[in-house]
């Protein structure tokens, strides 16, 4: 089980999944046909969250399919931001549909 805060243009959001990295094919894939198409993700222990989270994380993790699966546990941008410390974050994800960026002509 992986636990990431993703920044997109909306703001960050916080999303718990089974695939194996957060920067999985097809993970990207289920986020794109979201319209999530560029993010920069950080890993986050999923103790930590679970102690933020409490039954709320439960209650999305007896939802969660073990197999290729993903859930949204919070999407306000502002309470996701600061319920964790930047030195909570991991290593930065990037990831950028190269049809996403606006060129000025």
């Known amino acids: 089980m992986k636990a990431g805060v993703f ?11 089974t695939y194996g990295e957060l920067n999985d094919p097809m993970l990207v894939n289920k986020l794109e046909q979201k319209g999530i198409r560029k993010f920069i993700a950080y890993e986050i222990p999923e103790a930590l969250v679970k102690d933020k989270y409490g039954l709320q994380f439960n209650i999305i ?5 073990q197999t290729d699966d ?7 941008g502002h309470h996701v931001f600061y319920n964790f410390s930047l030195a909570e ?7 950028e549909k190269e049809d996403t960026v606006l060129k000025v002509i």
């Open 7 to 17: 920044f997109t243009g909306t703001g960050p959001i916080l999303i718990l999944t």
């Open 70 to 76: 993903l859930r949204v546990l919070d999407y306000d």
């Open 61 to 65: 993790m007896g939802d969660l399919k």
């Open 89 to 95: 974050l991991g290593a930065p994800v990037y990831h």
